[in-house]
Nanobody
Framework: QVQVVESGGGLVQPGGSLRLSCAASGSIVRINAMGWYRQAPGKERELVVRVTSGGSTNYADSVKGRFTISRDNAKNTGYLQMNSLKPEDTAVYYC?????????????????WGQGTQVTVSS
């Protein structure tokens, strides 16, 4: 069984910073793509940023230049550094991992989501 757990959310003033962490655990062979998504009240979940196993990134226009994704493949952990936060960044932030597992049929990739961590930007 694979678990994905986010941490690091909280309340921050506009212009402040937060660092989110995403830790995947279980019988993981490797993590391919890893991404951060967010969902604000009354809105659909949207992509914030995604990074492939090779390091290629895809940022939402709204966070380019302010947010930075990184990952530690040895620890099956990812991070989202968020700087210059704005009230419109307020949302529940979710981590998504494409995890490769060993199954009876060989290696297979599965998508797992964390439970989310609340980020609130307010004065």
């Amino acid at each position: 069984q694979v678990q994905v757990v986010e941490s690091g959310g909280g309340l921050v003033q506009p212009g402040g910073s937060l660092r989110l962490s995403c830790a995947a655990s279980g019988s993981i062979v490797r993590i391919n793509a890893m991404g951060w998504y967010r969902q604000a009240p009354g809105k659909e979940r949207e992509l914030v940023v995604r990074v492939t196993s090779g390091g290629s990134t895809n940022y939402a226009d709204s966070v380019k230049g302010r947010f930075t994704i990184s990952r530690d493949n040895a620890k099956n952990t990812g991070y989202l550094q968020m700087n210059s936060l704005k009230p419109e960044d307020t949302a529940v932030y979710y981590c998504n991992c494409n995890v490769v597992l060993t199954t009876a049929w060989g290696l297979s990739e599965y998508s797992y989501w964390g439970q989310g961590t609340q980020v609130t930007v307010s004065s």
